[in-house]
């Protein structure tokens, strides 16, 4: 009876560490996130050469560009060859995040555990999500105006161009998984993980732009309210 009672002692103890532990992880990581969004970094542009959107799903931030401008032609570098039935894009649209959950979960639906666990505890491989939209954004509540400057523009556009992987100086296709018929994925650069999110990606490309975000954000929240709602 001693032994049981020594073993279950252990295995109780066990749990309470893990608990423990599991805790102390929780409460560090809502620090971060929370601490990281509301700490204002860059600013609001009031004039610009361009305009350009920060477009959320409910949970993934992309940023949406012209398609065209002075400094950049997007088809030049995403051949609007892998989008057939697109024919006169005016914008495009442009997200990083996890490549298994990217291209396993087309919708909400199709969302399983497996996928999910990987995505939030295993850094993992990721990917460039690219559509080409034929009409500007309609702004709501999920989709910000910006301006910004030629130089910023610039420096954002180099940060994206950075994150693809690249063969011949062109993105790597990833072939027959896009969603629709204006979308595709493409290899990108970086691993996904908690810390690191889709939505990190966005902010780091703001940042980078001199646009106001957080300073370090892991949720659409943290990028959505530091942007104008109109």
């Not at 103890?13 to 601490?35: D, H, N, P």
């Not at 400094?71 to 298994?100: A, C, L, Q």
């Not at 062109?170 to 896009?178: E, F, S």
Request: net charge negative; with cysteine; aromatic share 14%.
């Amino acid at each position: 009876m001693s032994l049981i009672l020594k073993i279950s002692k252990g295995i109780l103890k066990g749990i309470g560490r893990f608990l423990e532990a599991f805790l102390m992880f929780f409460m560090s990581y809502f620090s971060v996130m929370i601490i990281g969004a509301l700490i204002p970094t860059g600013e609001i542009f009031e004039e610009g050469d361009y305009t350009m959107y920060v477009i959320s799903n409910g949970v993934h931030t992309d940023v949406c560009l012209p398609v065209k401008t002075a400094s950049m032609d997007w088809e030049t570098f995403v051949p609007i060859s892998d989008y057939p039935k697109v024919n006169h894009p005016k914008y495009i649209r442009i997200g990083w995040g996890d490549k298994g959950f990217f291209l396993d979960t087309p919708t909400w639906d199709d969302l399983t555990l497996k996928t999910a666990l990987n995505a939030a505890v295993l850094p993992s491989g990721t990917a460039m999500h690219i559509e080409y939209e034929e009409q500007e954004p309609t702004i709501n509540d999920r989709c910000r105006k910006l301006l910004i400057p030629e130089e910023n523009y610039i420096d954002l556009v180099d940060f994206i161009l950075n994150s693809f992987q690249v063969k011949n100086e062109k993105p790597i296709l990833i072939p027959n998984r896009g969603y629709w018929e204006n979308d595709n994925f493409y290899e990108a650069k970086g691993n996904y993980h908690l810390f690191n999110t889709c939505n990190s990606w966005t902010n780091e490309a703001l940042q980078v732009a001199g646009i106001k975000t957080g300073i370090h954000v892991l949720f659409q929240d943290g990028i959505l309210y530091h942007l104008p709602e109109k």
